[in-house]
C-alpha cells in the first residue's frame, strides 16, 4: 500500500520531490489548521508540521500515523512524550536553521542599534530630519548577553564577536566558549547592552522573563527575540517599553501567530516587528523542507530517524 505523508501547501517544493522520489503520496493542505489536517488526510503516515499545536487526541483519529517531522527546530507545539508513548516519532532539523537564524537576529540587532527601520519609514513620509533626534548607536565596546548556547546561541556569538563586541553567555549547560564569556543568569540581564533569546520553551524557561528581568535591565538595553514568544511575559514587556525601563525590543516571535491587530505592540515605537522570518530564506527553507522529509523516507521504510526529539 503507497504510504501518504500530509504536508503544508507552502512547504518547499525540494521536500515534496525528496518524498515524491521514494513513492510517497503528498497530500498538500491549505492551511495549519488540525481540522483541515483531519478532514483532508487523516489516514496518513507521516506530517511535516509547521508551529501550529498539535493536541494528544488528534493521534487517535490517525491511525497510520508514525512520525510527526517537524519543518524546524522548536517543538513545543507537540507533546512529544506523548506521542512517543504511543510509538509516534518526532523529529526537528537541527541542521538547517542555524546560520540563518543567527544572520537574521544579527540583521534585527543591526536595525535596532541603527535606527534603520524608523529612518526608512520617515523618509518615506517626507521626514528627512527625522533621524536628527533619533540617533542610533554603536555595537563595538557594547555587551552582547546570549541566553541559550545550542547550534543558534553558538552561531550568534560566533558572528557577533566580529563586530568587536564584548560576548556574555549563560546556559545550564556551558562550560566554555571560544567566542564569549559564561556568566550567571543575573549577569546577563544587569550587564548587557543588548539580550538575545535562544533557548528552547520548557516548563523552566516559559514565562521565564518578565518584571524582575525587565528591572534588571538598563534602562537603554534592548531586548531581542527569536526564540519562542512564550518565554516572555508580554504583558511586563509591554509595561517596560512604555515605561522605558527598557530602551527598545525587536521582536520575531509571539505567544499568538499571527500576531493580533489589536496587540498594544503595534502602538509602541520602540519595537520592532517581524513576522516569525529568523529562518525565511530560500536556502533554509530547502534544507529544513529536505530534513523533514528525509526522516519521514527513512521511519516509512523501517529506519531510525537521525533527529527524533528526545524526552527523559
Known sequence: MTKKVAVQKTLSEVGKTTLKAYGIEVIELPDEKITTLLKY???????ILGTEPFPN???????NLKIIARNGVGFDNIDVKFMRDHNIFVTITPLANAS????????EIMDVSKNLFN????????DWNYKNNHMGFDLAGKTLGILGYGRIGKMVA?????LDMHINIYSPHLTQSEYGKKVDRNAIFRDSDIITLHMPVTPQTKGSIGKREFEMMKNNAVLVNLARGALIKTDDLITALKKQEIKAAALDVFDEEPLPMDSELYQLKNVLLTPHIASNTVECMNRMANDAASEIVRVLSGEKPLWQVKTK
Open 119 to 126: 529612518d526608512s519609514t520617515q523618509m518615506r513620509d517626507d
Open 57 to 63: 487526541e488528534t493521534i487517535f483519529k490517525m491511525p
Open 158 to 162: 560566533k558572528k557577533m564577536s566580529m
Open 100 to 107: 540563518t537564524v543567527a544572520e537574521t537576529t544579527m540583521a
Open 41 to 47: 488526510a487523516s489516514d496518513v503516515d507521516g506530517i
